[in-house]
């Protein structure tokens, strides 16, 4: 069906059509019995792939990447497209309207998009207000941000203020160090800046906790574009501060494979088929440096359950899509589900997380060799 509908939606700009495609499921999801009707096309019960991450259960290893539901207002839609859980933002304290359009662009020979949104959102306050409206829901992790026109002195607070509002919505919060469309977001990623990020987030939660009686997890979002001696700063800083997640990686602003083609040359963050390897390197070296003391969450470039597997045996516990929901429609969530359950019931193992570590211990069984590490 999606194949059918897309050759039209890409005569459109790419975020005019994802528009236009929310705002018709909305108009659908009016229609009683269009939610049942969905979720049995494309949900899929799988017991053997529930995993246990960050103290939560998920139903399956694949989420949602942050991105594509930025004001938390398809919250009902995308619970029934079979995911084990969605990741909503980036939200900052206050709205802010992003850069101007167009600011995201696809490269359908490379199965790739560029984006330049630069955090379009509602923000927090009206972000929860819609999430709140949406009844019954999958797993939330809620990805923050700071705002563009806060004073670099007061970025900590931004985190600070976003992390208290939604820490009694959100099943865990993913701190965003990584986009590369807000100027000087990444440096957070930087020794002296993380650490006291962490610090103060790593104090704002146990204080919370405190009060709401309850745990929120923490996760943060890094950049495919590290080099070696900074994932091992932030891997060393994660386990400092006792971070319950890293999520790998973010959209890149290097352009593998991509060096001729036109299209490429527009600024920002590229995801996509050609992120893969880069994603899956830096998952493999973060998984070196933590070996399964912190679970990874892998990123980027997934478009098969081959593609969620490799991720998997490089270190990864949860895998997140974004830009192959683009190309193949909402199905590619049923069809790596399925990939994976099959991939476990042949190994005779009794669930994922025994398979997966059956293939990380016994390499040949793998059949992963095409990252480079
Ligand atoms: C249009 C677009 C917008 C995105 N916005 C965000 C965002 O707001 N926050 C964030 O952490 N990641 C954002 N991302 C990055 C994705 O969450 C993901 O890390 C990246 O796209 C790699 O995954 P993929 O190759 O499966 O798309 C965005 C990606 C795209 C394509």
């Known amino acids: 069906m999606y194949k059918l509908i897309r050759p039209l939606l890409f005569?459109?700009?790419?975020?005019?059509?994802?528009?236009?495609?929310?705002?018709?499921?909305?108009?659908?999801?009016l229609v009683p019995g269009t939610r049942v009707l969905v979720r049995l096309l494309l949900a899929k019960i799988t017991p053997r792939l529930s995993v246990e991450v960050m103290g939560l259960q998920f139903a399956n290893p694949i989420g949602l990447a942050a991105g594509l539901d930025k004001n938390a207002r398809n919250v009902r839609i995308l619970s029934d497209l079979g995911f084990g859980w969605l990741e909503l933002g980036t939200v900052t304290p206050r709205p802010q309207a992003g850069n101007p359009r167009p600011r995201l662009f696809r490269l359908p020979t490379h199965h790739a998009l560029i984006n330049r949104m630069g955090f379009y959102n509602v923000g927090v306050e009206r972000f929860l207000d819609s999430l709140n409206r949406q009844g019954p829901r999958a797993l939330i992790g809620i990805n923050i941000g700071r705002n563009k026109d806060t004073p670099d002195e007061h970025v900590i607070d931004d985190y600070l203020r976003a992390f208290a509002e939604v820490f009694t919505s959100a099943d865990y919060i993913a701190i965003n160090i990584s986009s590369p469309n807000t100027p000087g977001l990444r440096?957070?990623?930087?020794?002296?800046?993380?650490?006291?990020?962490?610090?103060?987030?790593?104090?704002?939660?146990v204080t919370l906790g405190r009060t709401r009686r309850v745990y929120t997890p923490m996760a943060i979002k890094v950049a495919p574009d590290l080099n070696d001696d900074q994932v091992a700063v932030i891997t060393k800083l994660a386990l400092d501060h006792k971070l319950d997640a890293i999520i790998a990686t973010n959209t890149t602003l290097t352009r593998p494979g991509l060096e001729h083609v036109l299209r490429?040359?527009?600024?920002?963050?590229?995801?996509?088929?050609?992120?893969?390897?880069?994603?899956t390197s830096v998952i493999h070296k973060l998984y070196t440096h933590l070996q399964g003391k912190i679970p990874i969450i892998g990123v980027g470039g997934v478009e098969t359950a081959d593609d969620a597997w490799e991720k998997l045996v490089a270190g990864a516990d949860l895998i997140q899509i974004y830009t192959a929901l683009i190309y193949q429609g909402p199905s590619v969530v049923r069809k790596i589900v399925a990939g994976l359950a099959r991939r476990v019931a042949a190994s005779g193992c009794a669930n994922l997380a025994e398979t997966v570590a059956k293939a990380r211990t016994e390499p040949h069984l793998t059949e992963v060799t095409s990252f480079r590490l």
Request: proline residues 4%.
């Open 11 to 29: 005569l459109l700009d790419a975020e005019i059509s994802h528009d236009l495609v929310f705002g018709l499921a909305r108009l659908l999801y």
């Open 187 to 205: 440096d957070l990623q930087d020794r002296k800046k993380l650490d006291e990020l962490l610090l103060r987030l790593k104090h704002q939660q």
């Open 264 to 279: 490429a040359r527009e600024p920002g963050g590229l995801s996509g088929r050609p992120l893969k390897e880069l994603s």
